[in-house]
């Protein structure tokens, strides 16, 4: 199904309006308190499905006491300061910072001096695509011990992270629809949030992995890889489908090709793209239009690949 991804802009300085739309936007239960009245709130925000990326400016100094949120929301404070608190635990964050605004399922309280403040909130089934075990060993929810990053070089990671997906996949037209694009950006930031932030998410290798890392392995693996590089698949479902955990078909691709799953996920899908390239029509079909479905966003790093596969420049192979 092709993704909707919608961009939703908000601009009011009436209280109750503003309040209404956080609520219907995030789906949870708030009440916010200003200091100032007629305050001016401004969000920007795009919606791709299972993340989505906002900018939020304000004028007032608000305290918003936020209920139960299911996703996992990740926030970069431009200009603002906050203060956040739940279970008598406050922790501050200032201009530059990255930290996790919810821990979910948990109520918080949040005080928000005027400034801008970017958000991104990640649906919960992506980290789990990313992290989960074999069914047999899964840790349930993943739980986040901290809301700051690990260190400063990690937060930096963030924001190129969430700047890439914001220029290059959706703001294209020919990528924010193309399916494959959109799951690979969610499963990006999904594997930034677990690296940046301190977690319980499984990922230690066990006995039982490198005994489940054969050559049996790696072929019902790439079999899958084969049938479905069409489809918005990860590692998690390619371990699913070769019947061991996520760490084990990890392993069985480390040690018999010297890759990953979604490494040789994205050879078959580069392979894909040659053959299309080959019969398409060059007044029908653009390179970037074919590297976009195969879940290629960007055009110069497509290229590059190609190129280095291939011996020459996509473009020469369209018009061959």
Avoid at 217 to 224: D, E, G, H, N, Y
Avoid at 292 to 315: C, K, M, N
Wanted: glycine share 6%.
């Amino acid at each position: 199904m092709t993704p909707s991804v919608q961009s939703r802009e908000f601009d009011s300085r009436d209280p109750a309006a503003i309040h209404r739309f956080l609520a219907r936007t995030y789906g949870t239960d708030l009440r916010i308190r200003a200091e100032e009245t007629g305050y001016h709130f401004v969000h920007q925000r795009i919606d791709a499905g299972p993340f989505a990326l906002t900018a939020t400016g304000q004028t007032a100094h608000l305290d918003i006491e936020v209920g139960e949120m299911d996703g996992l929301v990740v926030s970069r404070s431009r200009t603002a300061h906050v203060k956040r608190t739940c279970e008598g635990s406050t922790h501050r964050f200032g201009p530059g910072d990255v930290y996790l605004t919810t821990r979910p399922g948990r109520p918080f309280n949040l005080r928000w001096a005027p400034g801008l403040v970017e958000f991104c909130v990640l649906d919960l089934t992506v980290l789990t695509q990313v992290a989960t075990a074999a069914p047999a060993r899964r840790p349930g929810r993943i739980r986040f011990t901290d809301l700051g990053a690990t260190d400063a070089r990690l937060a930096g990671q963030w924001r190129k992270t969430t700047s890439y997906i914001s220029d290059v996949v959706l703001s294209n037209p020919s990528t924010r629809t193309q399916p494959l694009v959109v799951g690979n950006a969610a499963r990006m930031l999904a594997a930034a949030a677990l690296a940046i932030f301190p977690n319980t998410a499984f990922t230690d290798e066990t006995s039982a992995d490198r005994r489940d890392a054969s050559p049996a392995t790696l072929r019902r693996a790439i079999t899958f890889i084969e049938e479905n590089a069409d489809r918005d698949i990860s590692a998690a479902d390619i371990a699913r489908a070769a019947t061991v955990s996520l760490r084990a078909v990890q392993l069985a691709f480390r040690r018999h090709l010297g890759t990953t799953p979604m490494a040789y996920l994205r050879r078959i899908r580069l392979d894909r793209a040659h053959h299309d390239l080959i019969r398409a029509d060059p007044r029908q079909e653009t390179v970037s239009a074919i590297a976009s479905r195969w879940g290629f966003a960007s055009h110069s790093r497509f290229t590059a690949r190609y190129h280095a596969s291939y011996g020459v420049p996509p473009r020469e192979t369209l018009h061959a």
